[in-house]
């Protein structure tokens, strides 16, 4: 009884969690503009540095990652006291992607879900999780397609987890969390094949800034 209610516990959290885009709130509270209708109209991390800039950005990946972290932590906490971390933590991540890349509160219209997915594999198997940041932020760097960048991120999350992760449950939630982020960009693998795919730009665009509308 107590494990379902600490899973039920874990699930609501870590979902909500997952539905606060500190992208949107931080352009609407502080630059008093809706980050959805700036550069590319993505509430992704990327398009807020874009528009922003890169201190912006770092000040708001920091935040990200107390968010992200928070309920993995509590849940790995909570599973740990009935010999589960690795459960909790894997369970927490799952539903914290899924509230990343299918936020109720934004109609399901969600982000990338890289950061989340990169969290949770670096609290599951920390060797994983950075095999998988080195890797995204290689293909970022060298290629500049952030889709191509989150879909190997979660395809290797999904081969880490096969070849790495001995708890069967923890593995397939792994799993379950790479395949739902993979799920989230088909329309991304469309593009990039028709190579009609956005590539990253690292300068700041303030063309925004002209606009009447803000």
């Known amino acids: 009884m107590i494990y379902w209610v600490l899973t039920i516990l874990t699930a609501v959290f870590a979902y909500a969690m ?4 500190s992208s949107i709130v931080a352009s609407n509270l502080i630059f008093h503009a809706d980050l959805r209708r700036l550069g590319t109209g993505s509430a992704a991390l990327s398009n807020f540095r874009r528009i922003y800039g890169i201190k912006g950005a770092i000040k708001l990946l920091l935040v990200e ?6 309920p993995i932590l509590i849940a790995g906490w909570l599973f ?42 670096c609290c599951v198997y ?3 999780g950075f095999t998988i940041l080195v890797l995204v932020l ?28 001995d708890d069967r449950l923890a593995m397939f939630l792994c799993i379950f969390t790479g395949i739902a982020v993979i799920v989230k960009h088909i329309p991304a693998i469309s593009r990039l094949s028709a190579g009609k795919e956005t ?16």
Do not use: Q
């Not at 997952?18 to 885009?21: A, C, S, T």
């Not at 290629?143 to 790495?164: C, D, K, Q």
């Not at 990253?200 to 800034?209: A, G, L, R, V």
């Open 138 to 165: 290689a293909l970022i760097w060298f290629n500049r397609y952030m889709s191509l960048a989150v879909l190997a991120g979660a395809a290797t999350m999904i081969a880490g987890a096969l070849l790495l992760i």
């Open 126 to 128: 920390p060797s994983m």
């Open 80 to 121: 740990g006291l009935k010999d589960h971390a690795i459960v909790g933590r894997a369970f927490a991540g799952f539903c914290l992607v899924m509230g990343r890349v299918y936020p109720a509160l934004y109609e399901l219209h969600g982000g990338h879900g890289i950061l989340a997915l990169i969290v949770t594999a």
């Open 18 to 21: 997952g539905n606060l885009n």
């Open 65 to 70: 990652l107390v968010i992200d972290l928070l």
């Open 199 to 214: 590539k990253i730009s690292f300068k700041e665009d303030i063309n925004y800034k002209f606009d009447e509308k803000f």
